[in-house]
């Protein structure tokens, strides 16, 4: 049988960025704490795997039917974003007030993934149904971010809507999810119609 500390630096260890020095920090930490507080974590992962889920109208994570951002921005600009931890670099630079919408990747013809996988098709019927006046491509500025990019503003150039890029200053080859407030900030008011 499998020592109970060695599972659970495992388990910290399969999380992104961790080591094993770090996942061992992280068991003993557990360990040293009241057992209320190692219950009340343990709750914490539950609770997000059974009450998380997808908002319908955009793909953010969220714990109702339609995210707060949906509920409350104007549903005239949208600003489209690879995955949903792009919503939360976005959201920290205070300064956009429309909603999103999360493609779940990007177009990646090397890994057989197309337009087709990715959620291109509910953003246009989103587009249709709100009549939005400026879609803001927020994708990786790199290679496949850049064709997504540009191969959603190809279908939405005939329905009148104005497309834009965020402004160069975000490193190409970077994520989104890691570029600092003040370069994203500057990169969203300088963004330029493609």
């Known amino acids: 049988m499998q020592d109970p500390i060695e599972i659970l630096t495992e388990y910290f260890r399969s999380l992104p960025g961790v080591g094993k020095k770090t996942a061992q920090r992280y068991a003993f930490y ?18 997000v ?9 955009c793909g953010n ?5 339609v ?3 949906c509920q409350t921005r104007n549903k005239k600009v949208i600003c ?13 630079i205070k300064s956009f007030d429309g909603v999103y919408h999360v493609l779940f990747g990007c177009i990646k013809p ?3 993934k197309g337009p087709n996988d990715i959620k291109i098709k509910e953003l246009l019927d989103r587009v249709n149904k709100n009549d939005v006046q400026e879609v803001i491509m927020a994708t990786n500025p790199d290679v496949e971010g ?3 990019a540009m191969y959603i503003a190809k279908l939405l150039k005939p329905l009148g809507v104005k497309v834009t890029r965020l402004a160069q ?4 080859g970077s994520d989104i999810e890691f570029v600092d407030e003040v370069t994203l900030e500057k990169a969203l008011r300088s963004r330029q119609e493609i």
């Open 67 to 69: 995210c707060s951002i």
């Open 169 to 172: 200053g975000i490193t190409i």
């Open 61 to 65: 994570y969220t714990s109702s039917e």
């Open 30 to 47: 557990i360990i040293e704490n009241s057992r209320e507080k190692a219950v009340n974590f343990a709750k914490a992962i539950v609770d």
């Open 80 to 92: 489209v974003v690879q995955e949903p931890k792009d919503i939360i670099a976005m959201e920290k």
């Open 146 to 148: 850049e064709a997504t």
């Open 110 to 112: 090397l890994e057989n």
């Open 49 to 57: 795997k059974d009450k998380v889920k997808l908002c319908k109208e």
